[in-house]
């Protein structure tokens, strides 16, 4: 079981930068990809970004590439997701998420846990 923690929503005005933080509670937490998700109002859940478990590969959706930077630190169990040059249409819950099962296919194609979500809200 991966139980998986978010952290570091807020409101910032388009132009700025905010940094996400999951904090996860499973041992082998070097040995699973993450990712990290976010759904808009009215809207469904859309992939954001993921990194590998050796944490050297990186995939993220052309939405945000070159904008957000997903990055882990394997002796905390973090992950983080560090948004700059933000836009009101990233308003969104953000949530962490973890595949079902260590390793696996990559990019993963199914995630088994997920956070509570942390509430991002750019404003114009």
């Known amino acids: 079981q991966v139980q998986l923690v978010e952290s570091g929503g807020g409101l910032v005005q388009a132009g700025g930068s905010l940094r996400l933080s999951c904090a996860a509670s499973t041992r082998t937490f070097s040995s699973y990809a993450m990712g990290w998700f976010r759904q808009a109002p009215g809207k469904e859940r859309e992939f954001a970004a993921a990194?590998?478990?050796?944490?050297?590969?990186?995939y993220y959706a052309d939405s945000v590439k070159g904008r957000f930077t997903i990055s882990r630190d394997n002796a905390k169990n973090m992950v983080y997701l560090q948004m700059n040059s933000l836009k009101p249409e990233d308003t969104a819950v953000y949530y962490c998420a973890a595949p079902g099962n260590p390793y696996g296919s990559w990019p993963p194609t199914g995630y088994g846990y997920w956070g509570q979500g942390t509430q991002v809200t750019v404003s114009s």
């Open positions: 990194i590998r478990w050796g944490s050297s590969n990186t």
